[in-house]
């Protein structure tokens, strides 16, 4: 059977309506498929997307799952969706076979796939591992869990270019022939435990991006993070390791002050660490694992240095949201768990008012007081979590309650004082108050904006009196 013949002609069933499932529905479109596409939101919440099916002419349902879904020849589900949901059962008994929309777009993409995933880090290596390669002009697309679905971007991806996916363990669920030229595994702390019963269970499913992987291809691991390094991670693929806490016999590391790299027996000097762009500890990790594949598909050491010196981040990662009065403000919406909260405490050297809070993922909010202590000056709490991050953290920091972000940003920057920073980051996932991420972080930004407006009229009134 062709590619193409396992799409033209099929039914295919999609899981939800969010961007990756939409996606999914044009690529089996495209190729000659009949998508469905079924949702448990109304038609009043996804007009704008019904548009755009209606005029595709592609078939959907909402308001829930129907049988209909069992007509398919198999299920295509977004990575929101859990397969816990009732239809499922059904989907099972009837022994529909279910694949991510990453999945699916791996059967079409004809050049090479570098595929990243950990619990942190992931969005920022995968758009810089894209800097990287424009800057040693290679072709590649930048996609998957970050910005354009890997469905939208795979027939534009020439046989010499390069597919860079950000991959989730929900995505990774359910593939079953992704096989990535190149994987990455950042790190891995406890994340998603409203999902998984146990860490072990969220670990084996982010495993699972090497799990079709030859000998030929390679398996990025970071040698300072426990859970990358052992042995629970089986692969016939070439583990290569990255280190910014000690030298390497192979793979990329620090040495002294200078990214370096050892391959083949060959060392290269790739730049001072101090000329790298992007700020914290974290952050040389992701251009340490980025510089590594780099090598290993051959970009000359002073493209790679270059990008490392000119790439500005990603929006909602400890982004600059400007300056009121002499305080700082940062967003790091992105940082939706307790891991990425200590990587952006680790990273600024002032007093911090931490704005953070949301829908809770099952993990312990403790950590933050290793790395807040003495630097935290006053926690501002927002959303579902605010009474359990409350519990972990209020004895060792004063609290303050908000019910809006709006509320937040004025209280942090009233606690505040010239030179020191008011720092979004949540610890939690956004869905109690907003879109998603890049929602919070944009809301965040308009109330810093408005707050800066606010005190310019009172300063400039006051100067005119």
């Known amino acids: 059977m062709t590619t193409k013949d396992r799409v033209r002609g099929r039914k295919v069933g999609i899981i939800g309506m969010a961007r ?9 479109r495209k190729m000659g498929g009949v998508p469905f596409i079924s949702e448990v ?23 829930g799952h129907t049988e209909r879904l069992l007509q398919s020849d ?40 570098i595929a990243i ?21 290679v072709n590649n697309v930048v996609c998957g869990n970050i910005g354009s679905p890997f469905a939208d971007c795979v ?31 950042l790190n891995l702390s406890p994340d998603h435990l409203d999902r998984y019963e146990s860490f072990n ?29 052992n042995d629970n991670i089986e692969t016939d693929a070439t583990k290569i390791l990255f280190s910014t806490e000690r030298i390497l016999p192979s793979g990329v590391y620090i040495n002294g002050k200078t990214l370096t790299a050892r391959i083949d027996n060959n060392i290269h000097e790739i730049i001072d660490i101090n000329k790298i762009k992007i700020p914290g500890p974290h952050n040389l990790q992701n251009a340490a694992a980025a510089s590594l594949a780099a090598l290993l598909i051959g970009i000359n050491p002073q493209d790679i240095a270059r990008a490392l010196e000119t ?29 990425s909260v200590c990587y952006a405490l680790r990273s600024i050297n002032t007093p911090i008012c931490l704005i953070a809070g949301g829908r809770d993922k099952g993990g ?28 972990a953290l209020g004895k060792t920091f004063p609290v303050q309650f908000a019910e809006c972000m709006e509320e937040a940003v004025k209280k942090a920057f009233n606690s505040a004082s010239p030179g020191e920073t008011v720092l979004l980051s949540p610890a939690c996932s956004s869905f109690d108050m907003f879109t998603n991420f890049e929602d919070r972080g944009e809301i965040f930004k308009k109330a810093v904006m408005s707050l800066k407006n606010d005190h310019e009229k009172v300063h400039n009134a006051g100067l005119k009196k």
């Open 311 to 339: 790439f500005p981040g990603v929006a909602h990662r400890l982004e600059d949201a400007g300056m009121v009065a002499g305080i700082k403000f940062i967003n790091d919406s992105k940082a939706t768990n307790v891991d």
């Open 20 to 28: 990756s499932g939409m996606a999914a529905a044009r690529l089996i």
């Open 74 to 113: 198999y299920i295509i589900l977004s990575p929101g969706v859990s397969q816990t949901i009732p239809i499922f059962k059904d989907i099972s008994s009837a022994g529909i076979p279910v694949f991510s929309e990453i999945e699916l777009a791996s059967w079409f993409c004809r050049g090479k796939i």
């Open 117 to 137: 995933t950990g619990s942190n880090g992931k969005t920022t290596t995968t758009s810089l591992m894209g800097a990287i390669l424009s800057a040693g002009e």
């Open 41 to 63: 939101k109304s038609e009043e919440q996804l007009a704008s997307k019904l548009y755009d099916l209606k005029k595709d002419g592609i078939e959907y349902e909402t308001g």
């Open 364 to 391: 312990s909010y403790r950590p933050i007081i290793d790395y807040g202590k003495g630097k935290i000056k006053e926690i501002i709490l927002i959303g579902e979590a605010r009474g359990k991050i409350f519990e």
């Open 155 to 185: 027939l534009d991806i020439p046989s010499d270019g390069y597919a860079v996916v950000e991959v989730s363990n929900f995505q990774l669920e359910t593939i079953e022939e992704f096989r990535p030229f190149i994987a990455m595994i």
């Open 201 to 229: 269970e969220y670990k084996q499913a982010k495993y699972r991006i090497t799990e079709n992987q030859t000998s030929s291809e390679y398996l990025i691991l970071n040698a300072d993070d426990a859970e990358t390094t």
